[in-house]
């Protein structure tokens, strides 16, 4: 029996082209007809497009986010009756050359050194507390494979890797384990610490007022998992009180973010707007070909997503 698939990506002609090539066994390619919402047995889409039309999806049977965030179909209410999958595996390399290109920026006064150029001044920046990366303790809210590639960027730097996790089992690239009973502690030793929780009920709002405030008076925050795990009115404050602490920031509990909110003009934080790791069509196909394969063969899933977890 043939299966069909609706795409629901704001590049769907992208992905029209991509998968048609692949000549792909029994599977029909829809068009963009809203009547198509229900005949689909498959979906290959962003989550937040597909949530709202889930109650039209009536022969869903698996979906295949285009995201590595899936939060958005992760509703109290919502159907779970399907098998879902996300990416993963594809974005260490990306969130490392954001986490680190931000990072050696700042560790080396590429700020400074801007600013003195301008002028036609030849001075070197007075002494910081930290001139290299060696022997800065990083640390790592969350152990999977994004996490994983970013630990194995910063040992290669010299630097000290914490992870922490809901479990404490030993992760492959980490020098410490950590469990989120101890965040606070391990809060208080890190020179850099980068979120990449997903969005559970259990790791909502963990980085409050309470945990900021546990930061070294000069650490550098990355929140580049999910934007609801940060307190984002705590760190302004935070960062008011503590100029010489940052945060470079690419999620957010709304997005856009308002240009309202006082974030905006804290000349210790950066914001970009969600493009620490974007998907790429390209690699994001090959994983949907790789999935199709194996759904084909009765075989499981890759990135199976636990509705019970959240993740």
């Not at 007075?126 to 910063?154: D, E, N, V, Y």
């Not at 384990?177 to 259990?202: Q, W």
């Not at 302004?236 to 240009?259: H, K, R, W, Y």
């Amino acid at each position: 029996m043939g299966h069909k698939l609706l795409l629901l990506t704001k590049a769907n002609q992208q992905y029209r082209d991509l998968i048609e090539a692949l000549v792909l066994p029994n599977l029909v390619l829809l068009n963009d007809d809203p009547k198509n919402l229900t005949e689909a047995d498959i979906w290959l889409a962003e989550p937040k497009l597909a949530a709202p039309l889930l109650p039209h999806a009536k022969n869903l049977q698996w979906l295949q986010s285009s995201f590595a965030g899936i939060d958005a179909l992760m509703s109290p209410g919502g159907r779970k009756d399907y098998q879902l999958t996300n990416i993963k595996g594809i974005f260490g390399p990306l969130m490392s050359e954001y986490v680190f290109g931000y990072l050696l920026a700042h560790i080396r006064g590429h700020d400074f050194y801007r600013q003195q150029q301008r002028q036609k001044y030849w001075q070197v920046e007075p002494l910081p507390r930290h001139t290299s990366l060696q022997s800065m303790r990083f640390l790592l809210l969350g152990t999977g494979s994004i996490a994983q590639h970013l630990a194995k960027t910063a040992q290669h730097f010299g630097m000290h890797v914490t992870g922490i996790n809901s479990t404490g089992n030993t992760v492959d690239g980490f020098d410490v384990i950590e469990t989120m009973p101890t965040l606070g502690e391990a809060l208080t030793k890190a020179d850099v610490v980068v979120n990449l929780l997903p969005s559970t009920p259990a790791t909502r709002n963990v980085l409050n007022v309470d945990m900021l405030a546990m930061l070294k008076p000069d650490a550098i925050l990355f929140n580049v998992g999910r934007g609801d795990a940060l307190d984002l009115d705590a760190l302004n404050s935070q960062l008011i009180v503590n100029p010489t602490q940052q945060a470079i920031i690419d999620v957010f509990t709304q997005e856009p973010l308002p240009n309202s909110h006082a974030i905006w003009e804290r000349e210790n934080a950066i914001i970009t707007p969600h493009i620490s790791a974007p998907s790429q069509p390209e690699q994001i196909v090959t994983l949907f070909s790789q999935n199709y394969h194996s759904y084909l063969a009765g075989k499981p899933l890759l990135n199976i997503i636990d509705f019970n977890k959240g993740y």
